[in-house]
């Protein structure tokens, strides 16, 4: 049983470390204004041929991810016409592969290739959260190397660490 939960453990730090995450937003923004939020424009960018999961489906799992930690957050979903927030998003991803070549010296004996490659996803989510005027107040921006067999879990992972600071709460001044 504790292998199990250790090799658990092992894959979700790979799978971890395997992304790269940057949130963007204003430290001194008043986030307590918003009380609604809507799904505006979202684009999949991965071409056509190379994708595997319909696409509605993935629009359904990016949206329920986000709507639910928003949700958490204290928002409420709206109508885009009324909503303080709307919601916007690029995800997708692209096959890659990378060629080396290795002089004399960097084979094992013997070895007469010279050359290796690698092929992999290269994996892109930015999720915008805009007030009406367009005017951005929040962005998540996450990247990936690795092909992950469970999109949508990706998915929630991203959104959960991307709004892990969101907060709707008064922040707390410092005592002097």
Known sequence: MTFRI?????????????????????????????????????????PKEERTVK???????????????LKEKGLQEADSS???LIVSYVIGSLNRRDLEQLGPLGQTPGDNSRTWSRDYAEGSFIIDLNERNKKRVWR????????SSDQSRM??????????????????????
Do not use: M
């Open 6 to 46: 250790l090799l658990f453990l092992l894959v979700i730090s790979f799978s971890l470390s395997a992304q790269g995450l940057k949130v963007e937003y204003d430290k001194n923004h008043d986030f307590t204004q918003y009380k609604t939020f809507a799904f505006g424009e979202g684009e999949i960018i991965t």
């Open 55 to 69: 696409d509605e489906d993935l629009q359904k799992w990016v949206r329920t991810s986000i709507a639910e930690e």
């Open 82 to 84: 009324s909503a303080d």
């Open 140 to 147: 998540i921006n996450a990247s990936t190397n690795t092909a």
């Open 155 to 176: 998915i929630d992972q991203v959104v959960g660490e991307g709004f892990k600071k969101f907060s709707l709460k008064p922040k707390k001044s410092k005592k002097k």
